[in-house]
């Protein structure tokens, strides 16, 4: 039982990566929340992917319940902390405890299973995927933005990425002449429309709401960078292996920095206890708490993650 949220689901994959290799034979059961259903249904031996929707009075935990209830269960793996770990009938169960220390989500999630070294979130891919990814996104250098995010005040101007993109794949920045995939929901095109009408035509590629979240790996795979605000979308980046610097303002990169070698943040010069205690800060607000992160200092967070990564490859 893992996350309602995309970008917790996403964390939570390397322990299903983990429980498929320690048991070889087994086949698997996964329930999430409806928006991270297709992460699941490209794995291995999962044999059902159950869609948790949230309910009044929290009957939906009843729903499924009785969804399981039927069967004996190996291993219970709950990532919600509900009771239901103890109602189905089964031979061991492990519950995430929550917890006030500063540990990342990933390495919280590894105590769940008591693993020293917590395994890192993983993506599942056909190769139908890889196909669909290959007709949008083509073989030249891609820098892939995620410019949106589920709350406003974690969205960094749509201004700024512009002035981002621009710099770093004009003449003289890191990635002359790249092309520019810009990645998010459907509903999120308002948002950034400056950015969509600022850059260069002939080399955007716009996939807002073009793409579903195996789709979208498969395409930022092919990229050879990725920024973006935190959010599900930047998980997704850091598990499918792109370089990916996430952008932080009013979330603390402690526990949701994206995961990996290949991976680093950005934040505002003040830090998440500054802005959220800051006399100003309403979190029913969509106005953005990014403002102060310059694109200076992104692009110097940029230099530093691909100067690493070029280093680790040669």
Not at 4 to 20: F, K, P
Request: net charge positive; aromatic share 8%; proline share 7%.
């Amino acid at each position: 039982m893992t996350s309602n949220r995309v970008g917790d689901a996403i964390l939570s994959t390397g322990l299903l990566d983990w429980l498929q290799a320690r048991y070889p034979t087994a086949t698997f059961t996964v329930a999430c929340g409806p928006a991270a259903v297709s992460l699941f249904e490209s794995c291995p031996r999962v044999e059902r992917v159950i869609a948790l929707r949230k309910r009044r009075y929290s009957t939906h935990w009843l729903s499924l319940w009785a969804a399981t209830v039927g069967g004996f269960w190996g291993v219970v793996v709950d990532l919600r902390a509900s009771v239901l770990a103890w109602l189905l009938p089964h031979r061991r169960h492990f519950v995430l405890r929550s917890t006030d220390e500063p540990i990342h989500r990933v390495a919280l999630l590894g105590r769940v299973l008591g693993l020293d070294t917590p395994p890192a979130p993983r993506v599942w891919l056909n190769e139908h995927h890889r196909t669909a990814a290959a007709a949008l996104i083509p073989a030249g250098p891609v820098l892939a933005l995620g410019p949106t995010a589920n709350w406003g005040g974690k969205q960094w101007p749509a201004a700024q990425f512009l002035d981002l993109a621009l710099r770093l794949t004009g003449p003289t920045g890191r990635l002359p002449g790249a092309q520019i995939a810009v990645f998010g929901a459907d509903g999120e095109r308002d948002s950034v429309t400056p950015l969509l009408q600022g850059l260069p035509a002939e080399r955007l590629i716009d996939l807002i709401g073009r793409t579903d979240l195996p789709l979208a790996a498969a395409c930022l795979e092919r990229s050879v960078l990725y920024i973006g605000n935190d959010s599900g979308l930047m998980h997704l980046a850091a598990a499918a292996g792109v370089p990916t610097l996430g952008l932080f303002g009013p979330s603390p990169e402690v526990h949701y920095a994206p995961w990996g070698r290949h991976s680093a943040w950005v934040r505002t010069p003040e830090s998440f206890k500054e802005i959220v205690n800051a006399p100003d800060y309403d979190y029913r607000s969509q106005k953005s708490r990014m403002t102060s992160l310059t694109v200076d200092r992104v692009v110097g967070a940029v230099d530093e993650l691909l100067t690493r990564v070029e280093s680790a490859s040669t």
